[in-house]
């Protein structure tokens, strides 16, 4: 029954945001908003109100409810992984020194963009033992 109710978290979680979605595209094709708007009001949305709504959450978070060790330790292990991993296996692919750095920081901004995304990976990896 759990995985039912996973499901059910899941679809009551991703619904709101493919209506949203969709509400947006309609107004996009039915023209009330020129690029430049849409432009201004994804700037505000990203800029403004996403890192607010970010603080918000992670201040009324009861951190000892949420915290994991186990889960933390392995991000942490995985991190130090693949980037050893990269260390060693970039400069043999590639023969340029200043194009080896490169890649590097171009992987590792990569990993901190999207450290959300590896942390739900690694959540599901812990959750689920896959």
């Known amino acids: 029954m759990r995985k039912l109710d996973n499901l059910i978290l899941s679809f009551n ?4 945001l493919c209506f949203v979605m969709a509400i947006g595209y309609f107004l996009k094709y039915m023209k009330m908003f020129d690029e430049n708007s849409l432009k201004v009001m994804n700037n505000v949305t990203f800029k403004v109100f996403l890192p607010c709504l970010l603080f918000y959450n992670i201040y009324t978070t009861d951190m000892g409810s949420v915290f994991n060790l186990k889960l933390l330790i392995f991000a942490t292990v995985s991190i130090l992984v693949l980037f050893t991993f990269l260390f060693f296996f970039i400069p043999k692919i590639e023969k340029d020194n200043e194009r080896i750095i490169f890649d590097i920081r171009i992987i590792l901004k990569k990993l901190t963009n999207n450290l959300s ?7 599901c990896l812990c959750y689920y033992s896959i």
């Open 13 to 16: 979680v991703v619904t709101p």
């Open 117 to 123: 995304a590896f942390y739900l990976f690694t959540h």
